[in-house]
């Protein structure tokens, strides 16, 4: 199988050299360290960071029952969605993702000067398996799934996306960013049998860390060797290792149970209102909500010094704004303000 997804790669990758840290040649901890060029001065950051991250890796190995050798991490999942291009793609070739959904899959498409081929998703947001592949061809290299997606909230059916890895000949990028809130479970596992599956996934929702920039990515062997071979040597600081490592030592399921409570309870409370026409069924930490002036309520909540997301501009989000789950006092003044915007429209 590994002679398949060598022959997706562009061929300067396949051929690449990549660079040696100092620290790849010598990888004892203790000793005399002339050999970096650091400062010999403690700062607490004067070394060089780990370039293979393999403590972090071996803590994350126990969180997600993954192998650290099937782990890449990254400044967050933005740099591992820049590098399946890079990796994969030369212009002239072409990615096919599911829309609406996360805006970063054509922005790093377009960086990279490859065609993106948006395909619309179905009635309520449902998967269209049959439109994804027909708009492959033999120059698609990548499919992006993002489940659940955002911005629309739901999670698709594991049989249609182990059918769509089985069926296309590339690589599926499955964009899990979301999966820590969600009742269905990750495919993180399946890597061990698809080698042409990348599964996302990142510290910035559920755990908190948006600030920090670590993502991860669950693949093959072959391709976490070439993500590692194409990325900067040092793109996790000490200072992200660290923290990163402390954040992950304290659990986070009171939180997240916290979250899927104040979701529900959104959930319940918004169709209440006259101005809300549809609130969608969401297995993220947010929910998208179609109401009948999008920009006004935008306006006002705005006014209240509440920010959300405006999607109605996005085909398929018309009328639609992206709400995250906040606090529950937050919750509370985000309730209390669209109150306040019904009885003065009322008026
Ligand atoms: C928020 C989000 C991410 C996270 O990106 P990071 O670069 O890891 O912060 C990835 N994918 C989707 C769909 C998201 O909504």
Known sequence: MKTDIEALVRPNIRTLCPYSTARDEYKGSVGIFLD????PYPTGYNRYPDPRQQALKEQISAIKGMPAANIFLGNGSDEAIDLMFRIFCSPGENAVAISPSYGMYSVAAAINDVEMRPVQLGEDFSLPVEELLAACDA????????SPNNPSGNAFAQEDLEFLIREFRGIVVLDEAYADFSSRESLRSKVQEYPNLVVLQTLSKAWGLAGLRLGMAFADEYI???MSAVKYP???SQAALQLASKALSQP?????EEIKAQRSRLFDA???FGFVRRVYPSEANFLLVKVDDA??????LLSDGIIVRNRSRVKGCEGCLRITVGLPEE?????QSLDNYEKGNIR
């Open 295 to 300: 920009d006004a309520l935008y306006n006002h």
């Open 224 to 226: 976490i060797r070439l």
């Open 234 to 236: 040092y793109n996790i």
């Open 139 to 146: 120059k698609t290299k990548l499919l992006f799934l993002c």
């Open 36 to 39: 970096a060029n650091e400062s």
């Open 270 to 272: 918004l169709p209440s």
């Open 252 to 256: 986070v399921g009171e939180r997240l």
């Open 331 to 335: 919750n509370d003044k985000l309730l």
